[in-house]
Antibody, heavy 123, light 110 residues
Framework: QVQLVESGGGVVQPGRSLRLSCAASGFTFSSYGMHWVRQAPGKGLEWVAVIWYDGSNKYYADSVKGRFTISRDNSKNTLYLQMNSLRAEDTAVYYC????????????????WGQGTLVTVSS | QSALTQPASVSGSPGQSITISCTGTSSDVGGYNYVSWYQQHPGKAPKLMIYDVSNRPSGVSNRFSGSKSGNTASLTISGLQAEDEADYYCSSYTSSSTLGFGTGTKVTVL
């Protein structure tokens, strides 16, 4: 069965960096686009970034552009989110999620989600 | 990249029907038939309920239906049940090749 397991969250000081990972299993990882979506405590969902199935295209929310980098290693079935220059407003549960169809160009719904990893930015 | 606008809360009695609206612009909701709806129970990951405006994934109850008119999409839950009490979010593909989520709607079953 499809599984997405995030890791790498924790408490980090403002201005520091953190890298999140999302280990995928149960499907052909290299055929699916992948997303990061976050949710601040008590708030709504905020889309963060997408990477196409082959890594050829990446898009970001304005709120993280220039600070966050999404990447993937299809040989390890793993998605990453490198987060630099972290701010208090980046505090959230970060979910990785899968495109519902193979070879999507970012316009697919998200059918499988991980359980999330909490990132807390605080001094 | 502004969030799509949803009502903060909607409520209904068991068996009733409720509708949640999701208003965007011609650059997102109005410009594409790539509107999805997600259900999220407290402490859980979101679950896809509707995709491409009106399609239901396998396993989702036919009490959930979606539609769109202009820049506004809607999710209707008919025959409201206690288990439907949750937060609901719309999402749309945008002209910037990004995804936008709605502000979220808390559904309460009275």
């Amino acid at each position: 069965q499809v599984q997405l397991v995030e890791s790498g969250g924790g408490v980090v000081q403002p201005g520091r960096s953190l890298r999140l990972s999302c280990a995928a299993s149960g499907f052909t990882f290299s055929s699916y686009g992948m997303h990061w979506v976050r949710q601040a405590p008590g708030k709504g969902l905020e889309w963060v970034a997408v990477i196409w199935y082959d890594g050829s295209n990446k898009y970001y929310a304005d709120s993280v552009k220039g600070r966050f980098t999404i990447s993937r290693d299809n040989s390890k079935n793993t998605l990453y989110l490198q987060m630099n220059s972290l701010r208090a407003e980046d505090t959230a549960v970060y979910y990785c999620a899968r495109d519902a169809l193979t070879y999507c160009g970012g316009d697919c719904p998200l059918d499988y989600w991980g359980q999330g990893t909490l990132v807390t930015v605080s001094s | 990249q502004s969030a799509l606008t949803q009502p903060a809360s909607v409520s209904g009695s068991p068996g009733q029907s409720i509708t949640i609206s999701c208003t965007g612009t011609s650059s997102d909701v109005g410009g594409y038939n790539y509107v999805s709806w997600y259900q999220q129970h407290p402490g859980k990951a979101p679950k896809l309920m509707i995709y491409d405006v009106s399609n239901r994934p396998s396993g989702v109850s036919n009490r959930f239906s979606g539609s769109k008119s202009g820049n506004t999409a809607s999710l209707t839950i008919s025959g409201l049940q206690a288990e439907d009490e949750a937060d609901y979010y719309c999402s749309s593909y945008t002209s910037s090749s990004t995804l936008g989520f709605g502000t979220g709607t808390k559904v309460t079953v009275l």
